[in-house]
């Protein structure tokens, strides 16, 4: 496994729903501030609407930048 990567249990397809549409949601806010997600953070997205990652690790990157 790569760095950052962490196993974790199966999530309910609830949980991905509700992971979903919080991205989503994300995505359309940013998106009305004129900006763009790159490649980058949308596959961290993939991985944690897929409960590859959680959410601490899929945050991380965006922490780092304060």
Known sequence: MGQ???TAAA???AERHKRQV???FARA???LEGFKPGPDVE?????????E?????FLKPTLNLS
């Open 29 to 31: 806010n940013v998106g």
């Open 53 to 57: 990652i959680d959410l601490s690790t």
């Open 4 to 6: 950052g990567t962490k």
């Open 11 to 13: 999530i309910t397809e």
């Open 43 to 51: 596959d961290l997205a993939a991985r944690f609407v897929n409960g």
């Open 22 to 24: 919080a991205v989503d």
